[in-house]
């Protein structure tokens, strides 16, 4: 019997007197939330944003997690001074981590606990706040935003102005979101921005929400132009051509200058309250998510008759690219309905011609390339091994353009029917990253994802800039990712792990793909997931 989930719960986090590992500035710290249920197999959840220059963060960016009553999730807070644009957080300092559990956090709703360094010693006096909430609502509020004639902060230049939203609480105001930077601007128009009903209100159309307008400076010390108080219920009487408009009081100034009118207006031109469709509101819907293998058949892999290589299969039948094909392609195929996945190679000289390709069909028929299941996609591998020279070179971009070609079929639907997502397993250096890179930026724009398994003891560093996580991946032209559509993860972290761990870190991120890419789109579920 699966376990059933009882609510979706969103924490949020902030810390104080964290530790100084910057010499001449102050720490920049981020907080990565890692969960385990079982074996002590710890995966990664997801990360806060990384707040420059402060001892004392409040993170506005809040995680999500499913709560099973009925088992003990552990949870682990880790806090990180970022020091480099790398994934990787072995190479940052660390300033202190909390164990506890999901429970703990939900029967206390706000919990505060000391930081303990990885020997359990105190991490100095740094401490960990964690609130939980239970979402009851699944509405989110699109705003577009813009201020005028804000004050001046800044000696040289103009303020660097963002907007703070908080939400009211027993405890006090809790930070719901922050805006974009808009550098240089005292007439600024922030990107629009879409903050959870949840986050904002708790759903109450009449609940106080509090906006304040800072100054950025990289040093921390953002000064604060000024703030104003509303409601969900004004706001949303905002329209482009009334918008909601409100002036920017700064209390220290007012009590100093004699007829102070304010800092500035906030102008809303938008706020917009919409249903958020879940990633099971779009399967339940009639969302197929559609999944393609790739298999990298290069030389580096080594010959597939010597123990030594990646691709030799052992007297057990396994070898690491079977592992990651069985335990991604098992969660996988769940959501496909018709159970027939595409699989390709790339990087070999295939028969007849011996012409090196890089997207054949591993069942060596290009007009139904096919296979059935995961057995089938496992089988033809087995079966075309022998048969192809491994070679050379590692390149990416013609499979992820082929699987972007149907992806872009899709596009023509009117509802979120279509969703594909490709599975590269690759021993590591990638020789076409220019090209590789444009067809990503490309593929953000369409209803695909692209996982990518690094096996082997390959150096994956520039695998890891593919994964969006630190900041945009950008085309060689400049232009950015609409949305970070790849996950990389290397299979020697899961070695020795269950082998549902690969598939929950390889997959953590794709239902928040889905939803963000239908969401961006405006597109519905096929049928009503809910029918009441």
Not at 298 to 325: C, F, K, M, W
Not at 345 to 368: I, R, Y
């Amino acid at each position: 019997m699966a376990a059933q989930c009882v609510t979706k719960v969103e924490l949020t986090v902030s810390c104080e007197n964290l530790l100084d590992r910057d010499i001449g500035s102050k720490s920049d710290p981020l907080c990565v939330l890692l969960m385990s249920s079982s074996d002590s197999q710890w995966y990664e959840v997801g990360r806060t944003e990384k707040v420059q220059n402060c001892l004392s963060p409040k993170f506005a960016q809040k995680f999500v997690i499913d709560y099973y009553f009925e088992i003990v999730q552990k949870l682990k807070f880790g806090i990180y001074d970022i020091d480099n644009k790398t994934i990787d957080l072995s190479d940052d300092d660390f300033l202190g981590e909390l164990e506890c559990t999901l429970g703990q956090v939900v029967s206390s709703r706000k919990l505060t606990r000391p930081l303990v360094l990885k020997n359990k010693k105190p991490a100095g006096k740094g401490t960990i706040t964690i609130s939980a909430e239970e979402i009851k609502d699944n509405r989110v509020a699109n705003f577009e935003v813009e201020a005028r004639k804000l004050d001046n902060k800044d000696f040289f230049g103009k303020s660097d102005p963002y907007l703070e939203f908080y939400r009211q609480t027993e405890t006090g105001w809790q930070l719901a979101h922050r805006t974009e930077v808009v550098k240089n601007n005292l007439n600024p128009t922030w990107k629009p921005f879409r903050i959870p009903m949840q986050s904002l209100c708790g759903g109450d159309m009449e609940k106080p929400i509090k906006v304040e307008c800072y100054d950025y400076d990289d040093d921390g010390s953002h000064d604060l132009i000024g703030l104003f108080e509303t409601t969900m219920k004004r706001l949303q009487q905002a329209s482009r051509t009334s918008p909601a408009e409100f002036e920017c009081i700064n209390s220290k100034k007012k009590q100093k200058k004699k007829g102070y009118k304010n800092s500035g207006v906030v102008s809303v031109k938008l706020c917009q309250v919409v249903k958020e469709y879940t990633f099971l509101d779009y399967i339940m819907g009639g969302c197929q998510i559609n999944f393609t293998v790739a298999v990298d058949f290069t030389g580096s892999n080594g010959d597939p008759r010597s123990p030594q290589s990646l691709h030799y299969i052992s007297p057990q039948g396994v070898n690491e690219y079977l592992s990651a094909i069985w335990s991604v392609g098992n969660v996988i195929q769940d959501y496909d309905s018709d159970k027939m996945f595409p699989a390709f190679g790339f990087g070999a000289q295939v028969p007849p011609t011996w012409q090196v390709s890089h997207e054949f069909p591993l069942n060596f028929n290009p007009s139904n390339p096919f296979c059935a299941g995961v057995e089938g996609v496992v089988e033809a591998y087995r079966v075309c091994l022998p048969q192809v020279k491994l070679y050379g070179p590692t390149n990416f971009s013609p499979i992820i353009n082929h699987v972007a070609c149907f992806a872009k079929q899709a596009l023509q639907q009117t509802t979120a029917s279509q969703y594909f997502v490709l599975l590269i397993i690759t021993d590591g250096v990638i020789t076409d990253m220019d090209e590789t890179r444009n067809a990503i930026v490309n593929a953000s724009r369409l209803p695909m994802s692209i996982i990518i398994v690094g096996v082997g003891a390959a150096d994956f560093s520039a695998m890891e800039f593919l994964d969006g996580d630190d900041g945009r991946l950008r085309s060689l032209s400049g232009e950015a990712a609409m949305r970070d559509i790849v996950q990389f993860v290397p299979f020697r972290k899961f070695q020795n792990a269950p082998s549902q761990a690969l598939a929950q870190s390889v997959l953590a991120e794709l239902p928040q793909q889905v939803t963000s890419f239908f969401s961006l789109h405006k597109l519905k579920p096929p049928q009503d997931p809910s029918p009441s």
